[in-house]
């Protein structure tokens, strides 16, 4: 039976900035007065970063993907394929039975006494305490403090833009939404978190309740977690986020 030719609905999107909203949301990191003295020198960076936003180079480094994928001449992201490469490094390393049990203990809180709250938060506290538990029964503990997204210069989980909703081919493992250098979304913190999560053989959250909900950097990092769930190991099978051929594969 020959897949029916997918339907891909369009119309949300607004359209690029202009030049003015783009420059001006671009200069608003460099809001802080110590920065006139490099005015022109500013100005060159805004240029390229104006040229790069109209070309869209999400990915502006990349390598053929060679042997192991299904178009072994599709340029991957050379940021993306380290990711791919040190999660199956840190699989082999996790599924090997000698290697020591690690628990990863995921601390979900936003407080941090190193920003606005100038306290340390009762989740870190306790899972201190875990720390010590796991450790005391010859495991291993790894800390995955999330408070950091608060505390962190450039320290961020980026959010979930929902590709599965799409098609689930085009729910790449790892996820390959970001970084966007295009965009300025860079400096993701989930490749790293991706690698803490599949080195470990146990899991313990420990969070706060925000507001009657979870607080957001733990919500934030559970949503980009959809990719390890079935997620497609192979991006040149979708030529990278290509709608019509994910919609294709699912079809078919």
Request: hydrophobic letters at 35%.
């Amino acid at each position: 039976m020959t897949a029916s030719k997918p339907d891909i609905r369009k119309g949300q999107y607004s359209g690029p900035l202009s030049r003015d909203t783009f420059t001006l949301r671009f200069m608003r990191r460099f809001y802080d007065p110590a920065f006139k003295a490099e005015k022109e020198a500013l100005a060159r960076l805004e240029a390229i970063a104006w040229d790069a936003y109209q070309d869209g180079r999400k990915a502006p480094i990349t390598e053929k993907a060679g042997a192991g994928y299904v178009d072994p001449d599709y340029d991957l992201s050379v940021e993306w394929k380290d990711a791919h490469d040190r999660l199956e490094q840190a699989a082999n390393v996790q599924r090997d039975p000698g290697t020591r049990s690690r628990v990863l203990i995921v601390i979900g809180s936003a407080r941090n006494d190193g920003t606005c709250p100038g306290e340390v938060s009762k989740s870190w506290r306790l899972a201190g305490l875990m720390q010590a538990e796991v450790e005391s029964a010859g495991l291993q503990a790894d800390m995955l403090d999330l408070s950091r997204l608060t505390s962190e210069y450039q320290y961020q989980i980026h959010a979930c833009k929902g590709c599965v909703s799409s098609a689930m081919p085009l729910c790449h493992w790892p996820c390959s939404c970001y970084p966007n250098h295009s965009l300025g979304q860079d400096n993701d913190a989930m490749n790293d978190i991706y690698e803490q999560w599949v080195a470990a053989h146990g899991v313990i959250l420990v969070a706060p309740t925000y507001w009657y909900q979870s607080p957001s950097p733990l919500k934030l990092m559970i949503d980009r977690l959809v990719c390890a769930d079935g997620g497609n190991p192979d991006p040149t099978t979708t030529s990278g986020k290509d709608v019509e051929k994910a919609k294709q594969l699912e079809l078919a």
